[in-house]
Protein backbone atom coordinates (compact mmCIF):
# COMPACT_ATOMS: atom_id res chain seq x y z
CA UNK A 1 0.00 0.00 0.00
CA UNK A 2 1.55 3.56 -0.96
CA UNK A 3 0.06 6.79 -0.19
CA UNK A 4 0.66 8.93 -3.38
CA UNK A 5 2.97 11.11 -5.14
CA UNK A 6 5.78 10.98 -7.31
CA UNK A 7 8.12 8.77 -4.54
CA UNK A 8 4.88 6.82 -4.24
CA UNK A 9 4.80 6.04 -7.39
CA UNK A 10 8.21 4.83 -7.67
CA UNK A 11 7.90 2.81 -4.69
CA UNK A 12 4.76 1.15 -6.62
CA UNK A 13 6.57 0.09 -8.94
CA UNK A 14 9.25 -1.39 -6.82
CA UNK A 15 7.00 -3.13 -4.97
CA UNK A 16 5.10 -4.54 -7.91
CA UNK A 17 9.07 -5.75 -9.56
CA UNK A 18 8.99 -7.59 -6.86
CA UNK A 19 5.69 -9.31 -6.99
CA UNK A 20 3.79 -7.54 -4.54
CA UNK A 21 0.03 -6.56 -4.76
CA UNK A 22 0.17 -2.76 -4.31
CA UNK A 23 -2.75 -0.40 -3.41
CA UNK A 24 -2.07 3.42 -4.69
CA UNK A 25 -4.31 5.44 -2.08
CA UNK A 26 -5.25 9.49 -2.74
CA UNK A 27 -8.49 11.62 -1.58
CA UNK A 28 -8.85 12.71 -5.64
CA UNK A 29 -9.28 10.19 -7.73
CA UNK A 30 -7.95 11.94 -10.79
CA UNK A 31 -4.28 11.56 -8.90
CA UNK A 32 -4.93 7.79 -8.88
CA UNK A 33 -5.84 7.84 -12.42
CA UNK A 34 -3.08 9.77 -13.76
CA UNK A 35 -0.93 7.72 -11.36
CA UNK A 36 -1.96 4.56 -12.73
CA UNK A 37 -1.69 5.65 -16.53
CA UNK A 38 1.64 7.18 -15.53
CA UNK A 39 2.99 3.74 -14.22
CA UNK A 40 2.20 2.08 -16.70
CA UNK A 41 3.88 4.21 -19.57
CA UNK A 42 6.84 3.90 -17.24
CA UNK A 43 6.52 0.28 -17.24
CA UNK A 44 6.31 -0.66 -20.57
CA UNK A 45 9.21 1.89 -21.53
CA UNK A 46 10.92 0.13 -19.12
CA UNK A 47 10.40 -3.22 -20.76
CA UNK A 48 11.03 -2.35 -23.93
CA UNK A 49 14.54 -0.79 -22.92
CA UNK A 50 15.27 -3.96 -21.03
CA UNK A 51 15.66 -1.81 -17.65
CA UNK A 52 12.43 -3.62 -16.09
CA UNK A 53 13.25 -4.98 -12.51
CA UNK A 54 12.64 -8.27 -11.36
CA UNK A 55 11.07 -11.70 -13.27
CA UNK A 56 7.62 -10.39 -14.30
CA UNK A 57 6.58 -8.85 -17.12
CA UNK A 58 5.94 -5.65 -17.41
CA UNK A 59 1.87 -6.74 -17.86
CA UNK A 60 1.97 -8.66 -14.74
CA UNK A 61 2.92 -6.22 -12.43
CA UNK A 62 0.40 -4.16 -13.99
CA UNK A 63 -1.53 -6.27 -12.93
CA UNK A 64 -0.47 -6.01 -9.18
CA UNK A 65 -1.20 -1.97 -9.04
CA UNK A 66 -4.68 -0.49 -8.23
CA UNK A 67 -6.25 2.17 -6.70
CA UNK A 68 -8.34 3.32 -3.96
CA UNK A 69 -9.67 6.80 -2.51
CA UNK A 70 -11.16 4.84 0.64
CA UNK A 71 -8.41 4.63 3.66
CA UNK A 72 -9.70 2.14 4.94
CA UNK A 73 -10.40 -0.58 2.36
CA UNK A 74 -7.02 0.40 0.78
CA UNK A 75 -5.22 -0.85 4.01
CA UNK A 76 -6.95 -4.06 4.59
CA UNK A 77 -5.00 -6.73 4.36
CA UNK A 78 -1.55 -4.82 3.87
CA UNK A 79 1.59 -5.86 5.18
CA UNK A 80 3.46 -2.19 4.26
CA UNK A 81 2.42 1.06 4.40
CA UNK A 82 4.75 3.67 2.70
CA UNK A 83 3.79 7.36 3.17
CA UNK A 84 4.64 9.61 0.55
CA UNK A 85 3.02 13.02 1.20
CA UNK A 86 4.75 16.20 1.11
CA UNK A 87 7.35 17.46 3.82
CA UNK A 88 4.81 18.85 5.65
CA UNK A 89 5.01 17.84 9.90
CA UNK A 90 1.02 18.08 10.18
CA UNK A 91 -0.34 16.65 7.47
CA UNK A 92 2.10 13.46 7.99
CA UNK A 93 0.88 13.50 11.54
CA UNK A 94 -2.54 13.60 10.45
CA UNK A 95 -2.08 10.86 7.94
CA UNK A 96 -0.57 8.18 10.74
CA UNK A 97 -2.93 9.24 13.14
CA UNK A 98 -5.48 8.13 10.71
CA UNK A 99 -3.60 4.81 9.94
CA UNK A 100 -3.27 4.32 13.60
CA UNK A 101 -6.80 4.14 14.19
CA UNK A 102 -7.70 1.51 11.75
CA UNK A 103 -4.28 -0.73 11.16
CA UNK A 104 -3.33 -4.00 13.00
CA UNK A 105 -0.62 -4.76 15.19
CA UNK A 106 1.34 -6.18 12.11
CA UNK A 107 1.55 -4.15 9.74
CA UNK A 108 4.61 -2.18 8.79
CA UNK A 109 4.17 1.65 8.85
CA UNK A 110 6.74 3.36 7.20
CA UNK A 111 7.36 7.26 6.06
CA UNK A 112 9.05 8.84 3.13
CA UNK A 113 10.74 12.02 5.02
CA UNK A 114 13.86 13.04 4.08
CA UNK A 115 14.06 16.20 6.78
CA UNK A 116 11.54 15.44 9.62
CA UNK A 117 12.17 13.53 12.82
CA UNK A 118 10.33 10.20 13.59
CA UNK A 119 9.54 10.66 17.04
CA UNK A 120 7.45 13.95 15.83
CA UNK A 121 5.92 12.14 13.55
CA UNK A 122 4.76 9.15 15.04
CA UNK A 123 4.32 10.61 18.82
CA UNK A 124 1.24 9.82 20.83
CA UNK A 125 1.05 6.50 18.04
CA UNK A 126 -0.77 3.86 19.56
CA UNK A 127 1.18 1.82 17.07
CA UNK A 128 4.50 3.37 17.18
CA UNK A 129 6.40 0.36 17.66
CA UNK A 130 5.82 -0.52 14.15
CA UNK A 131 6.28 2.33 12.47
CA UNK A 132 9.95 3.28 10.57
CA UNK A 133 11.03 6.34 7.75
CA UNK A 134 12.49 4.72 5.41
CA UNK A 135 13.42 7.43 3.04
CA UNK A 136 14.55 6.28 -0.13
CA UNK A 137 17.08 7.77 -3.10
CA UNK A 138 15.17 10.35 -5.73
CA UNK A 139 13.60 7.85 -7.42
CA UNK A 140 13.33 4.80 -5.84
CA UNK A 141 12.90 2.43 -8.36
CA UNK A 142 16.04 3.28 -9.84
CA UNK A 143 18.41 3.59 -6.35
CA UNK A 144 16.96 0.71 -4.44
CA UNK A 145 18.93 -2.53 -4.75
CA UNK A 146 18.26 -2.64 -1.59
CA UNK A 147 21.46 -1.13 0.65
CA UNK A 148 19.58 -0.08 4.18
CA UNK A 149 21.71 2.18 6.22
CA UNK A 150 20.45 1.93 10.12
CA UNK A 151 20.71 5.36 11.89
CA UNK A 152 21.70 4.66 15.17
CA UNK A 153 20.22 8.05 16.81
CA UNK A 154 17.60 10.83 15.29
CA UNK A 155 18.98 14.01 13.82
CA UNK A 156 17.06 16.89 11.67
CA UNK A 157 17.79 15.44 7.66
CA UNK A 158 18.78 12.19 9.07
CA UNK A 159 22.02 11.69 6.86
CA UNK A 160 21.62 11.39 3.23
CA UNK A 161 19.88 14.88 3.44
CA UNK A 162 22.31 16.35 5.29
CA UNK A 163 25.36 14.96 3.03
CA UNK A 164 22.99 16.64 0.41
CA UNK A 165 22.52 19.93 1.85
CA UNK A 166 25.77 20.36 2.41
CA UNK A 167 27.23 19.92 -1.27
CA UNK A 168 24.29 21.93 -2.40
CA UNK A 169 25.37 24.46 0.29
CA UNK A 170 29.24 25.12 -0.36
CA UNK A 171 27.77 24.54 -4.51
CA UNK A 172 25.62 27.66 -4.29
CA UNK A 173 28.36 29.63 -1.77
CA UNK A 174 30.86 28.99 -4.87
CA UNK A 175 28.46 30.59 -7.61
CA UNK A 176 27.05 33.19 -5.55
CA UNK A 177 30.70 34.69 -4.63
CA UNK A 178 31.66 34.48 -8.47
CA UNK A 179 34.02 31.81 -8.18
CA UNK A 180 32.74 29.49 -10.89
CA UNK A 181 29.53 28.93 -12.99
CA UNK A 182 27.02 26.75 -12.42
CA UNK A 183 27.61 24.63 -15.52
CA UNK A 184 31.24 23.98 -14.37
CA UNK A 185 30.00 23.56 -10.75
CA UNK A 186 28.09 20.65 -11.73
CA UNK A 187 30.79 19.61 -14.14
CA UNK A 188 33.01 18.69 -10.78
CA UNK A 189 30.33 17.08 -9.39
CA UNK A 190 29.68 14.83 -12.43
CA UNK A 191 32.92 14.16 -13.58
CA UNK A 192 34.88 14.60 -10.90
CA UNK A 193 33.70 13.90 -7.22
CA UNK A 194 30.76 11.59 -8.29
CA UNK A 195 32.61 9.10 -10.79
CA UNK A 196 34.19 8.30 -7.34
CA UNK A 197 31.66 8.33 -5.08
CA UNK A 198 29.14 6.12 -7.28
CA UNK A 199 31.37 3.19 -5.91
CA UNK A 200 32.87 4.32 -3.22
CA UNK A 201 32.32 6.55 0.04
CA UNK A 202 34.28 9.61 1.21
CA UNK A 203 35.73 7.85 4.02
CA UNK A 204 36.72 4.85 1.84
CA UNK A 205 38.44 7.55 -0.61
CA UNK A 206 40.58 9.04 2.11
CA UNK A 207 41.56 5.66 3.22
CA UNK A 208 42.65 5.07 -0.43
CA UNK A 209 44.49 8.64 -0.78
CA UNK A 210 47.08 7.99 1.46
CA UNK A 211 48.20 4.99 3.24
CA UNK A 212 45.11 4.61 4.78
CA UNK A 213 43.13 6.52 7.35
CA UNK A 214 45.52 7.72 9.60
CA UNK A 215 48.10 8.56 7.50
CA UNK A 216 45.52 10.92 5.37
CA UNK A 217 44.48 12.86 8.68
CA UNK A 218 48.45 13.28 9.50
CA UNK A 219 48.90 14.67 5.82
CA UNK A 220 45.83 16.96 5.46
CA UNK A 221 43.50 17.34 8.24
CA UNK A 222 45.18 20.76 8.89
CA UNK A 223 44.65 21.54 5.02
CA UNK A 224 41.09 20.52 5.22
CA UNK A 225 40.25 22.73 8.48
CA UNK A 226 42.10 25.82 7.11
CA UNK A 227 39.74 25.44 4.13
CA UNK A 228 37.09 24.41 6.13
CA UNK A 229 37.06 27.84 8.46
CA UNK A 230 36.54 29.76 5.05
CA UNK A 231 33.24 28.25 4.57
CA UNK A 232 30.37 30.72 4.43
CA UNK A 233 26.97 31.26 6.19
CA UNK A 234 24.05 29.56 5.14
CA UNK A 235 23.01 30.27 2.04
CA UNK A 236 19.12 31.94 1.96
CA UNK A 237 19.03 30.54 -1.84
CA UNK A 238 17.22 33.72 -3.57
CA UNK A 239 18.14 36.64 -5.09
CA UNK A 240 20.44 37.07 -8.09
CA UNK A 241 22.33 34.11 -7.41
CA UNK A 242 18.69 32.04 -7.95
CA UNK A 243 18.48 33.88 -11.21
CA UNK A 244 21.47 33.22 -12.37
CA UNK A 245 21.67 29.57 -11.30
CA UNK A 246 18.04 29.10 -13.23
CA UNK A 247 19.06 30.69 -15.82
CA UNK A 248 22.29 28.06 -16.06
CA UNK A 249 20.15 25.59 -16.04
CA UNK A 250 16.90 26.87 -18.27
CA UNK A 251 20.07 26.64 -20.92
CA UNK A 252 21.17 23.40 -20.54
CA UNK A 253 17.19 22.14 -20.31
CA UNK A 254 14.50 24.38 -20.42
CA UNK A 255 11.87 24.50 -17.46
CA UNK A 256 9.03 23.15 -19.18
CA UNK A 257 7.35 19.65 -18.35
CA UNK A 258 8.54 18.08 -21.96
CA UNK A 259 12.19 18.98 -21.79
CA UNK A 260 12.47 18.27 -18.09
CA UNK A 261 10.95 15.01 -18.50
CA UNK A 262 12.58 13.41 -21.02
CA UNK A 263 15.91 14.68 -19.19
CA UNK A 264 14.54 12.70 -15.88
CA UNK A 265 14.02 9.61 -18.36
CA UNK A 266 17.56 10.22 -19.38
CA UNK A 267 18.38 10.24 -16.00
CA UNK A 268 17.00 7.10 -15.07
CA UNK A 269 18.14 4.96 -17.93
CA UNK A 270 21.43 6.26 -16.30
CA UNK A 271 20.73 5.15 -12.99
CA UNK A 272 19.64 1.35 -14.51
CA UNK A 273 22.61 0.92 -16.20
CA UNK A 274 24.95 2.10 -12.93
CA UNK A 275 23.05 -0.22 -11.35
CA UNK A 276 23.37 -2.94 -13.41
CA UNK A 277 27.58 -2.13 -13.77
CA UNK A 278 27.89 -2.02 -9.90
CA UNK A 279 26.00 -5.21 -9.45
CA UNK A 280 28.69 -6.90 -11.91
CA UNK A 281 31.49 -5.88 -10.77
CA UNK A 282 30.20 -7.09 -7.27
CA UNK A 283 29.80 -10.23 -8.79
CA UNK A 284 33.30 -10.45 -9.37
Given at each position: ??I?G??G??W?ML?A???F?????????????????????????????GL?K??????Q?L???S??????M????AM????????N??L????????????????????S????L??K???????V??C???HP??????K????P?????E??????T???????S??W?LV??G??S???LD?VMS?G????Y????P???M???????LN??????E??K?????????????????????????A?????P??????R???DEC??????LK?Q????
Amino acid sequence: FCILGLIGRSWAMLFASGGFKVKLYDIEKQQITNALENIRKEIKTLEQSGLLKGSLSSDQQLALISGCTDLKMAVEGAMHIQECTPENLELKKKVFSQLDLIVDDKVVLSSSTSCLLPSKIFSGLKHVKQCIVAHPVNPPYYKIGLSPVRILKEIDGMILTRIQYAIISEAWRLVDEGLVSPSDLDTVMSDGLGMRYAFIGPLETMHLNAEGMLNYCERYSEGMKHVLKTFGPIPDFSGATLENVHQAMCAHIPADPAHLAARRQWRDECLMKLAKLKSQMQAE
